[in-house]
C-alpha cells in the first residue's frame, strides 16, 4: 500500500476549515472524496496543518495511502479531476517512505498574513486579506514583533479551545514588512498554537495603529492570559506558505 505526499493550494473560503466535522464541507473531507472517487475505497488524509475556517494555503502538505500503486502524476491528475467542484488544487504527489507523516515529520511552517492598508473597500481581494482603514506604522510593528521570536509561553495568544499540551512555542521568524498599501507578516516555527498566528497578527495592528507600544506587547505576552491578547485578526489574510521536512 504505497503512501504518497501531497502538496496543496486551497481558497478557505468556502470550508469549516482543514479538519473533518459532521455535516459540514472541510478540505480534508473533500480530498477524502475525491480521493475515494480515484481509488475506489475509503482512504483517510492527514493533514501537516490544521487550518481554521476561511484560512487560506500555497503549500499545504498532506500524505495519504492508497490501495495499489499509481502513477504519482495520475493520483495528481486523477483527484484534481475530482476536486474540481472545489478551490482546491493538488500540485503534486509523490512516493514516500511509509515512516513519512505530513504532521509529525515537519520541521517548520512558514505562515504569510496579508494586510492592505488602505481606507477603499477590497474588490479583488476580498475575502483574501484585512483591509485595515487606518495608518499602520509598520517599522514600529516589526520592531515590537521582535520581542515575540524565541521561545516563549504563549497562551496569550492562544485560542481558548487549543488542545496542545504545551503554551510553550519557539518562534523563529516574525518580519512585518510594507509594500505600499501591502502589509505582509511573515512567521516561522515547528508548529503553532491555535489561533496563535492571528492572534499575534491583531495585537501588532493595535501597535501599528498607536493603540499599544512595543511594551504593551510584552507585557500581554508576559501575562500568559487569554484576556489579555488584543483583537483576533479575520482568517481572510491567512496562508499556509510552505511546509519543511
Excluded at 56 to 85: E, I, Y
Excluded at 168 to 178: F, G, Q, S, W
Excluded at 217 to 239: E, F, I, M
Aim: proline share 5%; glycine share 8%; net charge neutral.
Amino acid at each position: 500500500m504505497p503512501r504518497y505526499k501531497l502538496t496543496l493550494e486551497y481558497d478557505g473560503r468556502p470550508f469549516c476549515g482543514w479538519q473533518l466535522q459532521d455535516n459540514l464541507l472541510s478540505v480534508q473531507g473533500a480530498l477524502e472524496i475525491a480521493a475515494r472517487a480515484l481509488c475506489g475505497e475509503a482512504v483517510r488524509v492527514h493533514g501537516a496543518g490544521r487550518t481554521d475556517a476561511g484560512v487560506h494555503a500555497k503549500g499545504q502538505v498532506a500524505h495519504l495511502d492508497l490501495p495499489k500503486a499509481f502513477r504519482t502524476d495520475s493520483v495528481r491528475d486523477g483527484l484534481n479531476a475530482h476536486l474540481r467542484p472545489y478551490p482546491i488544487g493538488v500540485l503534486s504527489a509523490e512516493i514516500v517512505p511509509d515512516d513519512f507523516e505530513a504532521r509529525f515529520s515537519a520541521i517548520k511552517r512558514h505562515y504569510l498574513y496579508r494586510i492592505i492598508n488602505r481606507r477603499a473597500d477590497l474588490t479583488l481581494d476580498l475575502g483574501q486579506a484585512w483591509r485595515v482603514p487606518k495608518p499602520l506604522d509598520t517599522a514600529a510593528m516589526h520592531a515590537a514583533a521582535q520581542l515575540l521570536v524565541g521561545k516563549h509561553d504563549f497562551t496569550t495568544f492562544r485560542d481558548t479551545e487549543c488542545q496542545a499540551k504545551s503554551p510553550d512555542k519557539t518562534l523563529d521568524v516574525l518580519d512585518v514588512a510594507r509594500d505600499g498599501d501591502n502589509v505582509n507578516i511573515t512567521t516561522s516555527a515547528r508548529s503553532f498554537l491555535h489561533s496563535q498566528v492571528r492572534s499575534m497578527v491583531g495585537s501588532l495592528v493595535w501597535v501599528g495603529e498607536g493603540r499599544w507600544s512595543a511594551s504593551d506587547l510584552k507585557a500581554a505576552l508576559d501575562a500568559r492570559a487569554r484576556p489579555a491578547c488584543g483583537p483576533v485578526a479575520p482568517p481572510d489574510g491567512l496562508y499556509l506558505m510552505r511546509v519543511e521536512y
